[in-house]
């Protein structure tokens, strides 16, 4: 059967994952908002996602099986900075697309984060109550809650975790870190703040085995290893080959920022993984991208 899936906010930095993965049996569409892209395997189209009209014109277009909701305010200092903006974006316009797939019976995914707990019990199970700490994780939270209410037999929550990878029109903070360590400058890194890294990569596979299983209910898209972010910083100082003492090692405290951070949000991703989720290590997957 040819599954027909379409990405809101294909534009993004994990959007731009997805190029590639079209396959016989699976079309891939895409939306963008300030940033067009056109890739040749993903049919992609204009969206403001707070344009219920234009996503529910798109929706009878193109008639998919499952929509992959990435589109959102992702930078959790400019959420703080402005709740209204990210309750508009992230919360509101959510309900709204998911009101749309209801009426349609489309399966709708939610990309959420391993920003909704307060770091202070990893590693989190599906199964943990959310308590976050900023705006973006309290109003993801939030969501995921609704999004579970209002539809629960065609719904999936993917928690997603701190992602890395390497696109130049969707920068992220490896791109940023690379171009610096090569330039043979400092960066800092904190030795307090864990995470359990995936590469983008693997993430956008974990997201399409969940819209191939149609399966409900809350995912954690975690990668395998538990690292601070000083640790990760090594491996790709190994990776080019260059000096681990331009990895300045800060504490969270050093450093100030509109949004709180949690210590230790790792995520526990077996239920992905008996599904066949299958992220790889970080010094194996920088070895790959860089
Ligand atoms: N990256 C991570 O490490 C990470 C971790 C956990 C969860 N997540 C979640 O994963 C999803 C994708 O993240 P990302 O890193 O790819 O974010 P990103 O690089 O900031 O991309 C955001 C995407 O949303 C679109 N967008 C923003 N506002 C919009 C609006 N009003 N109408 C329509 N589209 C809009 C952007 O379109 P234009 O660029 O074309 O304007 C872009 O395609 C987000 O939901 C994020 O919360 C990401």
């Not at 489309?106 to 920003?115: E, G, K, N, Q």
Request: aromatic residues 8%; negative net charge; contains cysteine.
């Amino acid at each position: 059967m040819n599954k027909k899936i379409l990405i809101t906010g294909i534009s993004g930095f994990v959007g731009h994952h997805f190029i590639a993965k079209s396959r016989p049996n699976r079309q891939l569409f895409g939306t963008y908002h300030q940033n067009e892209v056109q890739f040749t395997d993903i049919t992609c189209y204009s969206l403001a996602i707070t344009d219920t009209a234009a996503f529910i014109a798109l929706l009878e277009d193109i008639k998919p099986d499952t929509v992959i909701h990435l589109a959102a305010l992702s930078n959790p200092n400019y959420c703080e900075n402005h709740p209204e903006n990210c309750q508009e974006v992230n919360s509101a316009a959510t309900f709204h697309l998911i009101t749309a797939c209801q009426e349609r019976d489309i399966h709708f995914i939610f990309a959420s984060t391993d920003l909704v707990f307060d770091g202070k019990k990893p590693p989190y199970t599906e199964k943990e109550a959310t308590n976050g700490i900023m705006t973006y994780g309290l109003d993801k939270a939030k969501t995921e809650h609704l999004a579970e209410l209002m539809y629960p037999n065609k719904v999936t929550i993917a928690r997603l975790p701190l992602q890395y990878g390497w696109c130049e029109t969707a920068p992220n903070f490896l791109t940023n870190w690379v171009k610096t360590l090569k330039s043979g400058n400092t960066i800092k890194a904190f030795t307090n703040e864990y995470r359990t890294a995936a590469w983008a990569g693997d993430v956008a596979d974990g997201l399409l085995l969940l819209a191939e299983q149609e399966a409900k209910g809350i995912w954690h898209l975690g990668g395998p290893e538990r690292q601070s972010r000083y640790d990760f910083a090594i491996e790709v100082t190994k990776i080019l080959d260059v000096d681990p003492a331009l990895v300045i090692p800060v504490l969270q405290k050093d450093i100030k920022m509109a949004a709180a951070r949690p210590t230790d949000v790792s995520l526990n991703s077996e239920k992905a993984t008996k599904l066949g989720y299958a992220p790889g290590l970080a010094a194996e997957r920088l070895r790959m991208i860089l």
